[in-house]
């Protein structure tokens, strides 16, 4: 199995382009999300699904759109890439449930200029 | 809100001395992560609990649900267990995915 794959690993935008980041997993994960990490702050999350054709927005959601139309993808779009969204991006996915560990993937950075 | 407070922040320590690293968080919580992430960036789940203690190699992770608590003990440090180690609390009552992250630690472990 090779868990949670996400693409690419860097990034560089400039202000405006739009883009995807891509996550894959391959354990039947019905729960995916992202996350963006910044310099002295928690993980914090972006967007997550609960299971196909269902998605909601997490708590910085804001120039960032997502689907997930498989149980396997789940993709994050940027519409119009922002500086401030230079960050270190983190897909993430479980199985439902309270007890269930998270398995991330490596990550990605992007800098938007 | 939930909150989530990690100590200390940064530590320094010597090869085969014994590591604590502290997170306390505001609200009561059904689940608490510890997570690894190594310089590079990748993360890693080590814990994932709701109650007492769990175990893994030198690694011991402990929870007190009462006094919103949970502990990270490294026995026998290594320098391979310089990395941010990360703890998570997920709330039964919040929105969204119901989980606060820490800041992290930053643990480094000197030959």
């Known amino acids: 199995n090779a868990g949670v794959t996400q693409t690419p690993k860097f990034q560089v935008l400039k202000t405006g382009q739009s883009m995807t980041l891509q996550c894959a997993q391959d354990?039947?994960?019905?729960?995916m999300s992202w996350y963006r990490q910044d310099p002295g702050m928690g993980l914090r999350l972006i967007h997550y699904?609960?299971?196909?054709?269902?998605?909601d927005q997490g708590e910085v959601p804001n120039g960032y759109n997502v689907s997930r139309s498989t149980t396997e993808d789940f993709p994050l779009r940027l519409l119009s890439a922002a500086p401030s969204q230079t960050s270190v991006y983190f897909c993430?996915?479980?199985?439902?449930?309270?007890?269930?560990?998270?398995?991330f993937g490596n990550g990605t950075r992007l800098t938007v200029t | 809100k939930n909150e989530v407070e990690q100590s200390p922040q940064n530590l320094t320590a010597q090869e085969g001395e014994f590591i604590t690293i502290n997170c306390s968080y505001s609200?009561?919580?059904?689940?608490l992560h510890w997570l690894q992430q190594h310089p590079g960036g990748g993360i890693v789940s080590l814990f994932m609990l709701s109650s007492g203690k769990k175990k893994h190699g030198r690694l011991i992770a402990t929870i007190n649900i009462q006094e919103k608590h949970s502990s990270l003990h490294i026995t026998a440090s290594h320098p391979r267990d310089s990395a941010v180690y990360i703890c998570?609390?997920?709330?039964?009552?919040?929105?969204?995915?119901?989980?606060?992250f820490g800041k992290g630690t930053h643990l480094i472990i000197q030959p």
């Open positions: 993430a996915s479980s199985r439902t449930g309270n007890n269930s560990p998270l398995h």
């Open positions: 354990m039947n994960h019905e729960y």
């Open positions: 998570a609390g997920r709330d039964s009552g919040g929105g969204a995915d119901g989980l606060t």
């Open positions: 609200v009561g919580i059904s689940a």
């Open positions: 699904s609960v299971g196909a054709g269902i998605t």
